[in-house]
């Protein structure tokens, strides 16, 4: 987890403020701006950026640049931010965009110390999605990058990053739009949780590639790994294959196309399967477009293994399962409408196909 200790040392050292009262009595409850789905879905196109991406002048402090950045592409009137993030504040209050609840397209300052009256700020992000009293952010300098936070109780619970309380809430100024609600189609992915206690939290839709608001897809499937974090890898409406993961902290990747075999820029399929392994790993068996079966291992560190053909054989159906000694068990339903099993031994090795 990246540490915010230098996001407050940086707010200090670059902004000197009058103390403000308390936000929880002096802010508005009404937004001076329209929600901005324009920023929300340029925010979700950065989820997996890095400080290099934005020109940040303090990789260990980059969450305010990044905000400005974003609502900058947006076309807001970015002018007083700084790379402080309690300078978002003082921009609310002089562009008349500072109040108490969240807008789609707001930045959200969070300080740990439940107050701004020290002058600083501990961390900012963006909100994405509002639904009552929860909400959800993408924010930089969150895990070493920009990441996707889903549902949260702002009002509850603290920041995902570990940075104290929400305490306000800034609209971009200047931004010339006429607001639209993305709407969700048939197809669209949602994700949930449950709980150890057995209760659920609410379905959200999950992130769309290249900043949509939602995946549309017609297939996915879902692995845990050891560390806490799922994988989840879909056939997205062209054909292609797709990977994200959400960490323990329940932050998101965002999606990401798989590159193709052999040379070839993306990997298109018509099944796909997707496995954890004890040792961190996640095993992925696919049918190509040419119907052969393939397979391919995301590392825990991030990085994939290259897709390998295993045989020559031809399939339909795909699925696969990793047990404890880190071999795979793989059924495929072959052109013949028959079904078979084969076995992948830990070092990589396989049976062959035979008639279940």
Known sequence: MTSYRSSRMLATALTTLVAAPMLAVALPAVSAHAESQTVASIARNEVGG?????????????????????????????????????????????KGTLHSTPQVGDAVLYDRDGSLNDGDADHVNIV?????????????????????????????????VGAGRALAFVGPAGLAETPTAPVSKAGDLFHATRLVDGSWEGFAPLNGFGGAAFFNASQESIAATPDGSTQTLATG???????????????????????????????AAKDQAITGMGNGDAHVMAIGNDSKIYENTRFKNGTWAGWTPVGAWQAKKIATAGLPDGSTQTLIVGNDGNLYHATRSVEGTWTGWNAV
């Open 128 to 160: 994405v999605a509002v639904s009552g009293d929860d909400i959800q952010t993408v924010g930089g300098n969150e895990s070493g990058g920009v990441r996707f936070r889903s549902w949260f109780n702002w009002k509850t619970n603290s920041s995902p």
């Open 237 to 267: 409406n062209d054909g292609k294959l797709y990977h994200t993961a959400r960490y323990a902290d329940r932050s998101w990747t965002g999606w990401a196309p798989l590159a193709g075999y052999d040379g070839a820029a993306d990997f």
């Open 50 to 94: 890095t400080c290099s991406d934005y020109n940040c002048q303090y990789p260990g402090a980059w969450c305010a640049e990044f905000t400005r950045w974003v609502w900058n592409k947006a076309g807001a009137n970015t002018s007083g931010i700084s790379a402080a993030a309690v300078s978002i504040y003082q921009y609310g209050k002089n």
